[in-house]
């Protein structure tokens, strides 16, 4: 069944053409494989450098070797640090992984925008116009990941751009070229399906049981994220939600309930009067 | 590695996704932990017990590569019949002078061979003669490469590795008792994870399969340090993975390009090329100075050569065949300048001036407050740096200001800051430790004053000639004759960074670039700057410049950058090639003989003479290289071997022993010797050492603490502690503890701590991590503290330097300091302020008993 257009849910095959590009070029997306992290945080850095976000807090957080914490209006690449011990033989983990804005197929902050500053771009990433928001602040709650946040001090909010002024020049963004391990990978979102999946069998082949991808799938809950990983455990793990879903899903439906509960007040009200002694 | 070298660890993870196993044994579980397949935790200082542990291993179970050995390494070599072994001395070999803290080394010597030259020349009076200076003349001057001074003679060989003075049989006999429960007992590791890693690398060495180690500081800030590296080297040649593919020992410096600052050194005790610097009260004559060489086997049998070129490159037309090419214009070393001793000198005001390029010694070198005492009792320092240091700035809001211990008007020195520019801002080279020379090119042009160290000292030496253009005093002569005319560019007159690096390549007499060291002359006819790195600039094309991508040549790329020596990508690759020069296997290839065309090929630079056949004889009286037999890949060996026991060229063994650190809370359960005997320990108020295991007072200061780097920023923070975006990834100085210590000591996450020794005491904050192991040896249990050393009090994240805990404690063949292994107490809450903190350290060293002969021993009572 083709979505219809406009759809606020399912998979969505040509994001880009859905938000009225003619013959846009092939949707890219990054491919963070957190099985080659090694926590060196030089995606946070090359992304602030190329963006000139500004510094965001000078404060131990005791979060593992995380003082970045979350994503948010100045930290647009996250390094998360999980540190696992098992109880009963020692054996310790360190998870690490590269958290970033997910480019929803269905992006919610897109959705409930009010003035179009959020925009869908030709290569079906998410970009904020900053000449346009006007820190109204309707994204925040919208998005499933908690990734888009006002500026303190500027109230615009600012989130991840996939570089989109380096795609335009045809650069990769600044996070994956400068990651060492190729934890971080760029390029056409289905070439990238294609070789998270190949990872993952490799992983399991080798033992690693518990490798998964995250936000690949089109049928889930966001159309599949533009922005996918490899987890090497539960999502939670990782500060992610376990089942995200695009918080205009439900829009229709609730607007049919509500156009119900409508219908029945006015049926209700309409009985009460007409049952009314004179 | 993962930690420090994020970039270089790529290959690491490549390897992996290749299949191969990746084993990092670290006193933490770091980064590199989380990406390797198995982490071994040992105690900090206990790496030649573990190494140890599996050369025991692989001699009892007979697993090392044995022709390989036989043929490669000095197995079969005969030691005399007065050398006296460690288990014969209980932690001594034979020949230590405890007056003088040294070794006489005469016994240690192949049987037959004549003891070494340069001891019987030298000049044994000396009024400027350090303990050191003694020590240099006993040991056949160790900082030459392949200490290949002081061994003239073949030794006698037993091949069949029966004699019981053979050097195989006296390694089993020296490493027997580091068996597995001996590692446990001393590093706290357990058998069944040493039997896992004996096994994987023995499993994966041999002919089709090599194994390689990785190593950094952490191996090398020891007061066995050299010997550390000894330990794996043995245990490499043992496998037979030195000189070939995959295999080998891969040292990682602490920092960019430090390669190059060694090669071409600002190192007190060697000349460019690894030449070592000539004695004031020695070697007179360049006759003299080279006359200990000319015998010898190997290409260092061309030292004059190489000497000379260097001579001319430096004084050119005035350096002449009469005056022995201003031989005698080089300065000469008086005794001891490293740089513990110069700061000691400058305690003691010896020392009027000081530069300091890129570094920063009030926070990043061992034992700040003897460093900062050191500032401060100059009459003029220069420091260049990116920003204000804390080494510029120690005269105002050091640490001991707020002591009270200095007054910032009684402080005489006068500091002069002049800004640097960053590499970005100028041409050059970085010299990576695999001898690679990379080009950088200039992006921007510097802002402000910033000038690169490069226009600062050409300047500096332009203005100082001028001034002295009128002297009529000889002293002045070694400078005013010295060439110093690199073309200027720019508007800063900046000097031409590629003129800089073709004179050190050098050029001939026709004043064309070299293309090889082989071409240097001794008569006078070739400049050369640095004979090792003859070649890279040859055909006047800019070789380091080169960027061939690695897809568009073989997997040795050769064409991306030049190493030296020659390009050469592995050293020693004759090794790759069984004495026959067949490949020992198809799978590892490498470089090997090529009947047909009498040559030995391959894909990277054959690192032996291209025509020289597998069944070469010298001849009797041979020199040089023409002493090399067909089958000695090991070429700066006087026997072309690789050395399992060295006879000459170490100040503290011809074999690597298990000595705790200068600070331990373990008795060395080996020997009586508690420490290396031959370690250089000062004697000096700010440096009072803690006592160790052996003595009353140890308990005072119980637990072990390590030093080390975080990927977020670099060495003492100089260059990312101001700067926002790496600041604030880790934006406090932290201190990692276990759950375990930390309810012991009842530290709290996040809380702070005060950390103390005989030198000082600091605070941090507290993380507790599970990532810090409790280490478990022989019933006991050891805690281990994490302490990162990045910070200092100046910049955007601030905190206490590490190094104020730290003592100067060195190690003699290379006088570098122990920082990876100490002990300190640990207790809740931060440090007390003002003249209080001095109180909290003295109160300490009452308990313990700390005195000025605490921890100084040579040989352990």
């Known amino acids: ?278 | 590695m993962a930690e420090a070298h994020p970039v270089g660890f790529q290959w690491v993870m490549e390897a992996k996704r290749r299949g191969a196993t990746v084993i990092h044994v670290d006193p933490r579980f770091t980064r590199t932990s989380a990406l390797a397949d198995q982490h071994v935790p040992i105690r900090a200082g206990t790496d030649i017990a573990f190494l140890g542990g599996l050369i025991n291993y692989v001699l009892e179970n007979e697993k090392d590569f044995r022709e390989y050995v036989v043929a490669y390494t000095n197995a079969p070599a005969i030691l005399r019949e007065d050398f006296e072994d460690t288990e014969d001395l209980d932690g001594l070999f034979s020949g230590f002078d405890p007056q003088r803290r040294a070794y006489d080394t005469s016994t240690w010597q192949y049987a037959g061979a004549e003891p070494a030259a340069a001891s019987g020349e030298r000049d044994t009076e000396s009024d400027t003669s350090s303990a050191d200076e003694n020590r240099d003349k006993e040991s056949g001057r160790g900082d030459r490469m392949g200490a290949a001074g002081a061994v003239s003679a073949r030794p006698e060989l037993d091949e069949t590795l029966q004699h019981p003075r053979c050097v195989y049989q006296v390694l089993k006999r020296h490493f027997s008792r580091y068996t597995p429960e001996l590692v446990q007992q001393v590093c706290g590791i357990a058998p069944e994870q040493f039997h896992f890693v004996a096994e994987e690398i023995t499993r994966n060495s041999g002919r089709e399969r090599t194994t390689a180690f990785v190593y950094s500081v952490g191996w090398t800030h020891h007061t066995v340090g050299v010997q550390y590296i000894r330990t794996a080297a043995i245990l490499q040649a043992l496998l037979g993975n030195m000189g070939r593919p995959g295999g080998g020992i891969l040292a990682l410096r602490g920092h960019a390009s430090i390669q190059g600052s060694t090669d071409i050194p600002t190192l007190f005790n060697l000349l460019p090329g690894y030449i070592p610097m000539p004695h004031a009260h020695a070697e007179q004559t360049l006759d003299t100075f080279v006359g200990s060489d000319a015998g010898t086997t190997g290409y260092w049998g061309n030292m004059r050569s190489y000497v000379v070129s260097l001579l001319k490159a430096w004084w050119g037309d005035a350096a002449t065949a009469d005056n022995d090419f201003c031989f005698d214009c080089l300065p000469r070393l008086t005794g001891n300048h490293a740089t513990y001793q110069t700061v000691m000198d400058q305690i003691d005001g010896k020392v009027l001036g000081y530069f300091l390029p890129g570094e920063n010694p009030a926070v990043g070198t061992a034992n700040a407050r003897l460093q900062r005492a050191g500032l401060a009792n100059l009459e003029w320092l220069v420091v260049r740096d990116l920003a204000l240091i804390e080494s510029a700035t120690f005269w105002k809001d050091g640490p001991e200001v707020e002591t009270g211990e200095m007054e910032p008007a009684d402080i005489g020195t006068e500091v002069f800051f002049l800004p640097a520019a960053a590499h970005t801002e100028k041409d050059g080279t970085f010299t990576n430790t695999q001898r690679l020379l990379q080009w950088h090119h200039q992006a921007v042009e510097p802002r402000g004053d910033c000038r690169s160290d490069l226009w600062f000292y050409f300047h500096l030496g332009r203005i100082i000639r001028t001034k002295l253009a009128d002297s009529t005093d000889d002293r002045d002569r070694p400078l005013l004759d010295l060439t110093w005319d690199y073309p200027t560019e720019g508007a800063y007159d900046e000097p031409s960074a590629e003129a800089v690096l073709r004179e050190i390549n050098g050029w001939g007499p026709d004043g064309r670039a070299l293309s090889s060291f082989t071409e240097l002359a001794a008569d006078g006819s070739t400049r050369c700057g640095c004979w090792i790195y003859c070649g890279c600039y040859a055909d006047e094309v800019n070789q380091p410049a080169r960027r061939k991508p690695g897809s568009e040549q073989s997997w040795v790329a050769p064409e991306w950058g030049w190493a030296w020596p020659a390009n050469r990508r592995i050293l020693y690759n004759r090794a790759s090639a069984d004495p026959a020069g067949r490949p020992w296997s198809e799978r590892k290839a490498y470089v090997s003989w090529d009947d047909d065309s009498g040559r030995w090929t391959g894909p990277d630079v054959p690192d032996f003479e291209a025509d020289k056949r597998p069944d070469y004889t010298p001849p009797d009286g041979a020199r040089a290289e023409h002493a090399i037999g067909g089958a000695e890949p090991f070429i700066m060996q006087s026997d072309g071997r690789a050395w399992l026991y060295v006879p000459t060229g170490l100040r503290d063994g011809p074999l690597p022993v298990h000595y705790e650190p200068q600070e331990s809370p373990v008795a060395n359960p080996l020997y009586s010797q508690q420490q290396n005997p031959a370690r250089e320990t000062y004697v000096h108020p700010l440096n009072r050492y803690n006592p160790s295991a052996a003595e009353q007072g140890s308990q005072v200061y119980p637990y072990v603490f390590t030093t080390y780097r975080l990927t977020e920023h670099h060495t003492a923070g100089g260059m990312s502690r101001g700067l926002p975006y790496l600041a604030e990834l880790q934006p406090e100085f932290f201190v990692e503890v276990s759950p375990q210590l930390a309810v012991e000591r009842e530290l709290e996450h996040l809380g702070w701590a005060t950390l103390v020794t005989a030198r000082s005491a600091i605070e941090a904050r507290v993380l507790v991590t599970a990532r810090m192991r409790p280490l478990r040896l022989d019933g006991r249990v050891v805690h281990q503290i994490g302490i990162p050393w990045h910070w200092g009090p100046n910049g955007l994240s601030t905190g206490d330097a590490a190094n104020e805990l730290v003592s100067a404690a060195l190690d003699p063949n290379v006088h570098i300091m122990e920082t990876k292994a100490a002990t300190c107490d640990i207790r809740p809450g931060r440090r007390p302020r003002g003249p209080a903190l001095l109180e909290l350290v003295e109160e300490y060293r009452r308990r313990a008993g700390v005195t000025e002969r605490t921890g100084t021993e040579g040989v352990s009572t």
Not at chain 1, 23 to 32: H, I, K, N, Q, Y
Not at chain 1, 83 to 107: F, I
Request: with cysteine; net charge negative; charged share 20%.
């Open chain 1, 1 to 278: 069944m083709s979505p219809s257009r406009n759809a606020l849910s399912g998979p969505l095959p040509d994001v880009a053409a859905d938000a009225g590009y003619a013959a846009p070029p092939e949707r890219v997306g990054f491919f963070t494989d957190t099985s080659v992290c090694i926590g060196c945080k030089a995606c946070e850095v090359a992304c602030k450098e190329w963006n000139l976000v500004p510094e965001d807090g000078l404060q131990l957080t005791g979060m593992s070797y995380d003082n970045s914490v979350a994503l948010g209006a100045d930290t647009w690449r996250h390094v998360a640090f999980i540190e696992q011990s098992s109880p009963v033989d020692g054996d310790l983990r360190w998870l690490m992984s590269s958290d970033v804005c997910k480019h929803c197929t269905h992006a919610a902050c897109l959705d409930v925008c009010p003035t179009g500053s959020l925009i869908r771009t030709e290569f079906g990433t998410v970009v904020v116009q900053e000449d346009i928001c006007n820190g109204c602040g309707y994204c925040v709650p919208a998005c499933p990941y908690g990734v888009i946040d006002q500026r303190p001090g500027d109230g615009r909010v600012f989130k991840c751009t996939l570089c989109y002024d380096r795609l335009g020049a045809g650069m990769e963004p600044a996070c994956a070229k400068a990651c060492p391990t190729e934890s971080i990978q760029f390029g056409p979102l289905e070439e990238l399906r294609e070789r998270a999946a190949e990872r993952v069998q490799v992983l399991h082949e080798g033992g690693v049981e518990q490798a998964r991808l995250y936000g690949h799938d089109p049928d889930d809950g966001v159309g599949g994220d533009g922005a996918f990983f490899l987890l090497l455990d539960e999502p939670e793990v990782y500060g992610l939600p376990p089942d995200p879903v695009v918080t205009t899903r439900d829009l229709p439906d609730m607007w049919r309930r509500a156009a119900g509960a409508a219908l029945a007040l006015a049926l209700g009200a309409t009985v009460s009067f007409l049952g009314r002694r004179p």
